[in-house]
């Protein structure tokens, strides 16, 4: 046993005496902890939405200076023509606009729903899907009453009782109306778990670099490049006097001990960034070194050249940050991505 614990802390101290990985584990905090100081690269604007009117409608006119001067999460701006707006969105000034259609109430009234406005985007629809319902539940603050009292007026079921029936329903709506329920958004993920029932609040921090989500694709490259250091080693016969066992059992300690490190490495970073490091997390994160180790080990066992393995890891790197929520959730795309980011170990502990 004192052989083996020999065997690998020499291995321990073969990997952090080399200069790269030592200064690439010493790099990882501090440039967590300047940008951290550094106010331009804390900076979190709201994303920008452009509002362009047509005509003078009322309605149109009042949605527009709520969202104008409403506090969301993101910023609504009014923009002089659809061509200004389109400008905007293609110079990367605004996410995406909408252009409201002319005799926008009138048409609501009269059921013509189809081309009531328009929304502009560029590449991604992640911010639209959000600001859709804040503009509609906007809009329909303003139309609402209108609308119901235009319905109860015709409605034949109501003529016998009109005002009496318009009275009930607006105070009804009341509530509606003028409580936050209409427009108010609580974005959830819902949890896969057995019941379905649990859900947790999304970290809304618009801007911000997705630090932990890096970390923990390095961590998960670290083991990969660790077994891929012990193939080069073996391959260079420096284990050619060491027994079977010894040798089988180098693979997973390699991924172990480049994952284990840059997760101390990585933890600290977070812990300077600000993020709440509890007792939870921790295990979490020596689950999550235990689970690269094995990952990497049963690849090594299935790529045994060199090369090859650099490869698959290679493409395992650029796959993880393609297919896991690092930037951009792909799947709004191309749906088939679930099934390659299922074979993606951090895409569960992003």
Known sequence: MKRVLFWIYLMIKKQISNPFIVCLLIAIPL???????????NKTDKLRVGICLTDNDETVKNTTEKLVNGNYPVEFYYCPSREDLVNDIMNKKAECGYVFGSNLQKRLLDGE????????INESNYVSSMTNEIVFATLFKESADDILEKFIRTESTFSKATERSLEIARYRYEK????????????????????GSATRQIDQRAGKFPLKAVLTILVFVSGLFGVAWFIEDENKGTYATLSKGYKILG?????FIGAILFWFSSTLALIISGENIGIKEVLIGIF????????????????????????VSLVLLIACFIFCHVFMNISLYLPSAKYIRAILLPNYFI
């Not at 070194?289 to 094995?294: G, Q, R």
């Open 31 to 41: 440039a967590t902890l300047i940008a951290k100081n550094i106010p331009a690269m």
């Open 113 to 120: 729903i189809e081309g009531l406005m328009e929304c502009v």
């Open 288 to 311: 999550y070194v235990v689970l690269v180790t094995i990952y990497a080990w049963i690849l090594g066992l299935i790529f045994r050249k060199l090369n090859l393995f650099i490869g």
């Open 251 to 255: 693979k997973p300690v390699y991924a």
């Open 176 to 195: 509606y109306l003028e409580g936050d329920e209409t427009f108010h958004l609580d974005f959830k993920v819902i949890d896969t778990n057995n019941d």
